[in-house]
Structures are given as structure tokens and as C-alpha cells.
């Protein structure tokens, strides 16, 4: 930290993504991307915007905001386009938190709600899941704070019904209920079909995972039209430039080929299924997980010994430290080869340490 950095960070600790080493080729099941390439369309359209790189990008994303709300069947002012959902996060805990709007969320969840949280000076607080990593929905009722919900979870992969989450809602509504669905699409019911009816609502959603575009950066949150307005504020104070021609360009061609990506999220599906079930006859147990990851741990392994093992032998997941969790490991679902490759080394390791 230099000398000059600003006191006002003094309790910042920042996010550690997902690790992405280039010392060897590995079978990355450690970051939750799409084993799958981009759509073709996506592809040349990105090429086309390439050719128009030194115009500025529309901050409109006029285009995408289109094509989107027609297959989502929303109104224009009812989405924004981000940076990857991680900038729409932000802007809502710019735009919905401070000290008469404090910040709740699980304790176990997405990592980056606490950073979020400490970078925008908001006071949070961490809400214990069950002994089962479920959520209670009563600790959310009524609370009057800004909640912060991924659905499905992450690390766990667990739902939360829609009916419960509008029972979070109508309990609170002088605060925002924020539904982050990174991973909705590999199979849980998304909220966002309640945003007409709760001016409270808003979800966020992302091209990251499903779409297979992690590295072109596009989320979005789609909320009622004065919650939009709102983010609209923070985006245009801050950067209106925040998703580029490319990304724009990309996000269009995923749309026009919504089919590839509803494909490629049945495949996934199915290859969850194979990789829990394989797991079990392994001996792992695991949280019903509905997103493209498995979050396992084994009884006679150690978590964090099971990742580094993998690690060497070529094969990435990822551990977290925090005590609740550490002796799980959450696997992301690849290809049948992918999960082929981490089974048998799996098996190797257990063979070794037996
Ligand atoms: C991956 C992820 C995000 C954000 O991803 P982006 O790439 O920024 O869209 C948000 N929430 C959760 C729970 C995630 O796992």
C-alpha cells in the first residue's frame, strides 16, 4: 500500500477471483465458465464491431437492450447492460445501501457481497444458513435491510423457491430485494417475471456462465423501470462506456442463437447428474446443486488436500478457506471428458492415500 492511498479503504480486503495459472494446461473446473465455445453468431458479430473499434460504443446498448427484451419479453427501461453482473452488483450497492439501508445477505454466498459492501463504506450483515446450507426464510422477513439473495446459491448450488422469495418481498418493501441469478438457467425458476409486480424487486443475470461469454464481460439487472433509472444514475457518474462495441456485438449474436445456449444448459444438466452420481459411488456427498457446479467433500478426505492433489495432477477446482466450508470443494461441470478426467484422477488419489 503506498502512502498516499486513501484512508477510507483502510478495511478493504479485496475479492480473490477464481485462479487462472498458465504454467501448464489444465482441466479447469474451478471458475464456472462454459466448457462450451461462444455461439457462431456471437463470433462474427464480434469480428463485424471490431472493424468500428475507434468509435466509442453506443451507451445505450440500443441493439442488445432490443433483441433481449424481446426474447424476455421486457420493456426497454426495464434492463441494464453491465460490465458482467459483478458491475450491476455494484451499482446496486451503490444505488440501495447505506446506513438506513444496511446490507444483509448469507453467510455463506458469493464472496464478492462483503467486498461490495466494504468498498461502498455499507454496513452489512451476514445471516448463517441451516445446518443443511439451506436458507430460513423467516431471518429475512421483515428485516429492513437491502438483501442480497443468490439463487440458485453459490458455493452450494441450492434453489430457493419463488415463493419464498416473495415472501422477502412483501415483508420488505421499503428496501430493495436484490436476486442474483448468475446460475438460473441449468435449472431453477427465475424472478424475474415478478419485477411487474414488486417495485422492490430487482434480479441480475449474466452472460457469463450459461451464454458462454465470461471473458466478453455482459450481465444485466432487469427490475422496474425507476430502479433501472436509479442504476442508470451510477452508471452514467461513473463510466457510460461500461460494456464495449465487441461484448455488445457478441451479446446480440447469443441472443439471435438462444437455442445453442438452451442446448448447451441441457447438457450441462445432464452431465451434473452424471458427475453427482459418480461421486456418490466415490463416497463424496454433496448439496442438491442446480447450477453447473457440485459442491462435494468426502469423508476421509481432506478438502483443501483433495484441491491441492488435483492441482498437481493437472485438474483445477475450487476450495474456500472459511471454516464452514473448507472441507468441500465446489467442481464445476465440464464436458463428459472433463468430468472422465477428474474421476480417474480421483480415483488415483484415493488409491494412493488408502
Ligand atoms: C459468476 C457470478 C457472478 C458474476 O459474474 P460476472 O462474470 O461478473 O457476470 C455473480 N454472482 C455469482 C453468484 C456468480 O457466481
Do not use: W
Not at 28 to 55: C, D, H, I, M, V
Not at 155 to 164: A, Q, V, Y
Not at 255 to 278: G, M, P, Q, S
Not at 316 to 331: A, G, S
Amino acid at each position: 500500500m503506498s502512502r498516499f492511498f486513501s484512508q477510507k479503504y483502510n478495511h478493504l480486503e479485496a475479492y480473490t477471483p477464481g485462479e487462472q495459472p498458465k504454467d501448464m494446461q489444465y482441466v479447469k473446473l474451478n471458475t464456472n465458465e462454459s466448457p462450451f465455445p461462444p455461439s457462431e453468431k456471437a463470433l462474427k458479430y464480434a469480428a463485424q464491431a471490431a472493424e468500428r473499434l475507434q468509435l466509442y460504443c453506443d451507451p445505450d446498448c440500443t441493439v442488445l437492450t432490443r433483441e433481449f427484451c424481446k426474447l424476455y419479453g421486457l420493456e426497454k427501461d426495464e434492463v441494464l447492460f453491465t460490465n458482467g453482473s459483478d458491475d450491476a452488483l455494484n451499482f446496486a450497492f451503490m444505488a440501495f445501501c447505506d446506513d438506513d439501508h444496511p446490507a444483509a445477505f448469507p453467510d455463506i454466498t458469493y464472496g464478492f457481497y462483503p467486498v461490495f459492501a466494504a468498498l461502498n463504506r455499507v454496513p452489512y450483515t451476514e445471516i448463517p444458513l441451516k445446518e443443511d446450507f439451506t436458507i430460513n426464510v423467516d431471518d429475512y422477513c421483515g428485516i429492513n435491510k437491502t438483501v442480497f439473495i443468490a439463487n440458485p446459491n453459490a458455493p452450494t448450488g441450492i434453489p430457493l423457491s419463488l415463493s419464498d422469495i416473495e415472501k422477502i418481498l412483501k415483508t420488505n418493501p421499503d428496501n430493495v430485494v436484490i436476486v442474483d441469478e448468475a446460475y438460473v438457467d441449468f435449472g431453477t425458476d427465475s424472478a424475474v417475471g415478478l419485477i411487474h409486480t414488486y417495485d422492490n424487486l430487482l434480479v441480475t443475470q449474466t452472460f457469463s456462465k450459461s451464454r458462454s461469454l465470461a471473458g466478453g464481460r455482459l450481465g444485466m439487472a432487469m427490475g422496474n423501470r425507476s430502479l433501472i433509472q436509479d442504476l442508470n444514475t451510477i452508471k452514467y457518474s461513473t463510466n457510460p462506456y461500461n460494456v464495449n462495441s465487441m461484448t455488445q456485438a457478441a451479446g446480440v449474436g447469443t441472443i439471435l442463437d438462444d437455442d445453442y445456449a438452451k442446448k448447451n444448459c441441457a447438457t450441462i444438466a445432464e452431465n451434473r447428474a452424471y458427475l453427482t452420481a459418480e461421486l456418490e459411488k466415490l463416497g463424496f456427498v454433496h448439496t442438491p446443486s442446480t447450477a453447473n457446479f457440485v459442491f462435494a467433500k468426502h469423508p476421509e478426505l481432506d478438502g483443501g488436500g483433495l484441491y491441492a492433489a488435483l492441482k498437481e495432477r493437472g485438474v483445477l477446482i475450487r476450495h474456500f478457506t472459511k471454516e464452514r466450508i473448507k472441507d468441500y470443494n465446489r467442481i464445476t461441470v465440464g464436458t463428459k471428458e472433463q468430468i472422465d478426467i477428474l474421476l480417474k484422477t480421483i480415483r488415483e488419489i484415493m488409491e494412493e492415500t488408502a
